[in-house]
């Protein structure tokens, strides 16, 4: 198992909680972090203990208030293209992750974190939450794909006007778009994201992840996401968890899948 010197794993009834503990730094990005975001993220995917995920920041301060200026910095017209294609490569992971990922996004979402946040399934935010692509700010644009899942989330207008202003938006704000779905108290953040989460993995694995694999279908190029969907769909028809579900349903108790 991976060891970290920067997240915070903690499982706990097949949830496993990551949290970007950097809090001094108001847990910002670095080269370093981004890799331990990596090995986290592939935790996922392989341990059957884990049923989904949530992303979250130490102290009630940041989520992830943006990348590393002091490594930005550094980076020249070599490095620059690599830099933002591993970052890029990091939150496909997750956007692509089969189990559910939600982000607990507690204050600043700045930036990578921004980024970081619209790469998960679900955002849940606090009241003091702010979000932002901030990078025109340092002669920069978003490189972790904040152009792209910004513009899907809440339309090609009001995503050209944040990035090129450089403006925040609140928590409530970032509902109204679309950026967040719920917002809540600090202090009910994480129970909220738990209770969401619980309320997914009481259904059948096979087809949430298939849910996910067909929605992000929309965005993918050159992939026809209706042929998607109906290959999910019969895929679904001929798996154990589909007889379990139907059966339960006819038979008035609750379903046991076993997400095959």
Known sequence: MATYENLLLELQHGILKITINRAD???????????????????????????????????QKAFVAGADISEI??????????????????????????????AAVNGFALGGGCELAMACHIRV????????????NLGLIPGYGGTQRLTQLVGKGKAMELMMTADMVSAEEAKALGLAN???????????????MHKIMSKAPLAV?????????VYTKDENGY???ANSFARC????????????????RKPAFKGN
């Open 25 to 59: 730094k108001l847990n910002a990005l670095n080269i370093d972090t981004i890799k331990e975001i990596k090995n986290a993220i592939q935790q996922v995917y392989d341990d059957p203990e884990v049923k989904g995920a949530i992303f979250t920041g130490a102290g």
């Open 73 to 102: 910095a550094e980076i020249n017209d070599v490095t620059a293209r690599n830099f933002a294609e591993r970052g890029q490569e990091v939150f496909a992971m997750i956007e692509r992750c089969t189990k559910p990922v939600i």
């Open 125 to 136: 935010a606090s009241d003091n939450a702010r979000f932002g692509q901030p990078e025109v």
């Open 182 to 196: 719920h917002v809540v108290p600090q202090e009910e953040l994480m129970p909220k994201c738990e209770e969401i």
């Open 209 to 217: 992840g298939l849910v996910i694999d067909c929605v992000n279908a």
């Open 227 to 229: 042929q998607t969907e």
């Open 237 to 252: 028809c001929t798996s154990e968890d589909f007889i379990e579900g139907t059966n339960a349903f006819l038979e008035k």
